[in-house]
């Protein structure tokens, strides 16, 4: 029985990945034809299963933005870029999709001492900053070992040495990884969907206007108050606007 249901859950799985392919082969036809509301549906299917891919997402941003869809267009690629960051074709065809929109927002540059302490905690991943720790801990550990146990001055002072430098390296390896936890945890972007949106400077719509912001603007969520988002623009700007009119991209 158990075997029979081993065997089920692989061939319902086969099944519905050749499925995706063949939507997703559909979908591509149909964009290389121009007919990319069709290739949306096909590609909107697949996602429909909980499918998730940069190169998904990046075909549908292509097709939004031959549509001039500004806002879709945007946040499919800002999707594509969250699953694959280092790719360029992504980036630039986010570029030229950014050319779009009608805000202009000036970016205020990190600089000192926690520019430095972001971009090193940015390099790696938190799971790979934790495996770094670990492994300085166990050299640490060999290192002091060997310094109790070892009779010559030169190894003694060599292990004793080097067994505070991987001390040392734990330590920023700790620190690094607890960083890029809060960093990742504090990034919480979206895109503006709603082609004018009013933002208000507390949330409820009796409060008075602080800014407006329209399609494609991409936003960083700072709190929630029932149906309203506290953003932060990236020229430093804060302020509440409607749950309904943007669309959170860490959401998959």
Request: net charge negative.
């Amino acid at each position: 029985m158990k075997k029979f249901l081993i065997l089920a859950v692989l061939i319902i799985g086969f099944s519905s990945f050749a499925q995706n392919m063949e939507l997703f082969e559909q979908g591509n036809t149909l964009y290389n034809n121009g007919k990319y509301q069709e290739a949306i549906k096909n590609y909107e299917s697949i996602l429909d299963t909980e499918v998730h891919s940069a190169e998904l997402y990046f075909n549908l941003g292509n097709a939004h933005y031959k549509l001039n869809h500004i806002a879709p267009s945007i946040y499919y690629y800002e999707k594509a870029l969250l699953l694959n960051p280092t790719d360029s074709e992504i980036q630039n065809n986010l570029n030229f999709a950014k050319n779009m929109t009608l805000d202009d927002i000036d970016v205020i540059p990190e600089v000192g001492i926690s520019k430095v302490i972001n971009n090193a905690s940015n390099a790696l991943s938190f799971d790979m900053w934790a495996y770094i720790s670990v492994a300085f801990v166990i050299l640490s550990v060999i290192l002091f070992v060997n310094y109790f146990l070892s009779k010559g001055t030169k190894t003694k002072r060599f292990s004793f040495t080097f067994g505070f430098v991987c001390l040392f390296l734990m330590v920023a390896a700790i620190t690094s990884a607890f960083n890029k936890y809060n960093l990742d945890n504090s990034n919480n972007p979206a895109i503006v969907f709603a082609q004018e949106s009013k933002v208000k400077n507390e949330p409820n719509l009796r409060s008075e206007e602080a800014f407006r912001l329209h399609e494609g603007t991409k936003v960083q969520v700072l709190d929630t108050v029932e149906n309203w988002k506290k953003i932060k623009l990236s020229d430093g700007k804060t302020g509440w606007i409607s749950s309904e009119d943007i669309k959170l991209l860490n959401s998959f």
